[in-house]
């Protein structure tokens, strides 16, 4: 039983990081291709935009509620304290949320009727509101929260700092450069320069956000100093930086010769190399500085009786994504009927 | 009440009653909506008639308008646990946490996985596969239905479970005791019956304004308007007292593991046999005492316990400050009550129409099935409340005050979302119900489209934009 009670965590750790990374991924280049409206105004091409996510965008949000349900089920520790303590920006991507969801029916419904401009906005803006306040929350994670006898003990604005702001603005310009990579792959045209374009810019503004980001979260505790220099972690770590800049020679490669899907899934990468990071800085805690995974979990009883289903469920879940992304596959052009 | 006086857990509870009475629509509505949708696209599969798959695709534009509001309303709610009832997540969510993750895997995941297909997908997969993703889909909400019942009734009967000792923690001890607690497949009849019966009024309603509307024209309402008439009415005629029994059945249920709730919701304070049904008052929890009473002889005992000598509980067989605010839900339930009889005549009138061959002719019975519109979402409303303010002050009941179950969460934020929550839900949700009425003002045609012509992209939706040019393609308007 005390293995049994060491291992669960762990393996649901490795779970939640790999649900919250196919959110990330997933609704990151949807809500990528929100802010991008801000870039592209043609109303032609912005509904080509969100034809090429109509299909996919509610199964990808499915993740994030997923993220939640399984931190409430699994770690209702890091739930309780977590939700309190990132109470404002929470609330607000939830909002956001609500328009950028809506308004993929709300913008066509109304279309003609003079309000359309309003939804497109909503898109717009729910999609950046959002993006921000998930790299604000993420930042906040990393930074650490003030906790007394396992409950929340700070104040209603402790998340707001510059490290957490420069998380947030990090994460916007990553999610943008999903979008566009997206874009970049499933569209033509004039659309497709576009985001070529755009792609570029926002790759370096992604890169400065790496470069800084992992130079301030070592400073921040102590721990997260030493997992990153000591030896002989160092021999472990060290592929992460190295990887990030091998991808970014792909990416400006992709991007030049023009292929379509590699800008994409070097995007992806950095994505995947940056949650690995912050992973790697935070371990083993649930909740920094305070509480480890171990605090936090649910009994044995939940924890294991969660996961039988998971092992089941999650391959099937898998499978049937994937079976709907390959039904609406290929480029998507501006004669295409469905929304 | 002694949690009544901190504004913080007031508005806590304000906000998430607030949050979840809007969300509950949707759902309710998804779930009768998908399955009318399986209905209808089985039968063009069978009969080839395509009056069906005009309906259908006249009904899809619809459900796609509120399964999306359902996503982002639902959204909310699975955050909200922690933001707003934090020492209740974290006792309870080693049992609730884990029912509502196995929602999301059985559930959530497999409706949106194959609600693309279903909205857009018709021409890519071929009818078969097509009407597979409908199914799926349809089953989808109704295993949601199922699990997220199942956590709610745990909390209202509370079973399967170890409380730990060192952190007040509710350790789950057998999970079909949990998952099966006693009053879930009562909650689980009855909800899903007032989602098929809420859709079918809203069915029901919209085509008798297409016919009231045709009539007023001078002409003869379309096959479609009809057909769809005609399925809400059988729904309203078969679902209707269906639904009286399930109720029923739960209100005994509840008098064996609630009493207090029944106590409160029918406003009697001293128990007795051969009780009297009260139609009417206003129970005052200070005086305890139920004023202006209308009473009923013998009909209380007779409805909770089907004997005229049954024994009927009172207020005052529990203490004050486990009592749940009888004001409340002594309305809240006769609303429901009145609604569902209400429901229930407009069945039976309807199977006395047909007989006649005066179902589609008859404009007072079309005015009325046209003002019972939101008859059946009005009433899983009330119902909703009732069940849970009856519930209070406990969140699991008998076990852990809704008090002790909020989380320590300041005033001014509590305040700040609570207004926010408001403006954008009556902003965001207002416009939806908006384009619902639009949608739903326009007739289902013969040769419906696929989708609406402003919901294409391409030189549909060019033609929407007077004056643009594409400089790609020289393409204009």
Known sequence: MMDFAYWLPIIWAVILVAAISIYVVLDGFDLGIGMLFALERHPDRRDVMVNTIAPVWDGNETWMVLGGAVLYGVFPGAYATLLPAFYLPIVLMLLALIFRGVAFEFRVMTRGTGREGMWNAGFMAGSAIAAFCQGTILGGVVQGIRVVDGAFAGGPLDWLTPFSVLCGLSVMCGYALLGATWLIWRTTGVLEESCRRWAARLAVGLFIGIVAVSLWTPLLHAPYLRRWTDWPNIAFVAPVPVLVVMLGGLFIMGLRRGHSKGPFLCALGWFFLCLSGLGITVWPYAVPPGLTLWDVSSPPSSQFFQLIGTAILLPIILTYTIYSYHVFRGKVTETDGYH | ?477
């Open chain 2, 1 to 477: 009440m002694q949690y009544a006086h901190d504004p913080a857990l007031l508005l806590a509870r304000f906000q998430f009653a607030f949050t979840v009475g809007v969300h509950i629509i949707f759902p309710a509505f998804s779930i009768g909506l998908a399955a009318y949708l399986a209905v209808l696209e089985g039968l063009w599969l069978r009969t080839g008639r395509s009056v069906f798959l005009d309906l259908y695709r006249y009904w899809i534009k619809v459900f796609s308008i509120v399964f999306g509001m359902g996503v982002v309303s639902g959204l909310v709610m699975s955050y909200e646990f922690g933001t707003n009832w934090s020492i209740f997540s974290k006792k309870a969510g080693p049992i609730t946490g884990v029912l509502l993750s196995y929602e999301v895997m059985t559930a959530f995941f497999l409706e949106a996985g194959f609600l693309g297909v279903m909205l857009f997908g018709m021409n890519k997969v071929g009818r078969r596969l097509h009407f597979a993703a409908t199914c799926c889909v349809s089953v989808g909400t109704l295993i949601s239905m199922t699990w997220i019942l199942s956590s709610n009734s745990w909390m209202q009967t509370p079973r399967g479970y170890t409380i730990d000792p060192t952190t007040g923690r509710f350790m789950p001890a057998d999970w079909l005791a949990i998952i099966f607690n006693p009053s879930f497949p009562f909650r689980l009849v009855h909800m899903g019956l007032a989602a098929f019966l809420s859709v079918a009024f809203i069915v029901g309603a919209t085509g008798a304004w297409h016919m009231l509307r045709a009539r007023k024209a001078g002409k003869i309402s379309s096959e479609p308007v009809r057909v769809m008439f005609s399925m809400a009415m059988w729904m309203a005629a078969i679902v209707a007292p269906l639904q009286i029994l399930a109720g029923d059945a739960h209100g005994l249920n509840t008098l064996k593991y609630q009493p207090a709730k029944i106590a409160a919701m029918e406003g009697d304070w001293v128990s007795e046999d051969h009780a009297p049904e009260l139609l009417f008052g206003i129970p005052n929890m200070k005086t305890e005492h139920t004023d202006y009473a209308v009473k009923l002889p013998l009909a209380g005992s007779l409805i909770l316990t089907h004997s005229l000598n049954g024994k009927v509980p009172g207020m005052k067989d529990f203490p004050r400050d486990q009592r749940p605010p009888s004001p409340v839900i002594f309305f809240s339930f006769r609303i429901m009550v009145a609604l569902g009889m209400l429901m229930m005549l407009v069945g039976l009138w309807s199977l006395w129409l047909r007989r006649n061959s005066t179902l589609f002719t008859n404009p007072v019975f079309h005015r009325v099935a046209l003002c019972m519109a939101p008859a059946g979402f009005l009433a899983l409303l009330c119902g909703w409340i009732t069940t849970e303010v009856g519930r209070q002050p406990w969140t699991v009941y008998g076990l852990l005050r809704t008090s002790d179950s909020v989380s320590p969460v300041a005033l001014s934020s509590m305040a700040f979302s609570m207004t926010a929550f408001v403006v954008v839900y009556v902003l965001v949700f207002g416009s939806g119900l908006g384009i619902l009425v639009r949608m739903l003002g326009r007739a289902p045609q013969e040769g419906e489209h696929d989708t609406p012509p402003s919901h294409a992209s391409g030189i549909l939706a060019t033609s929407m934009h007077p004056g643009v040019i594409d400089p790609s393609t020289g393409k204009g308007a």
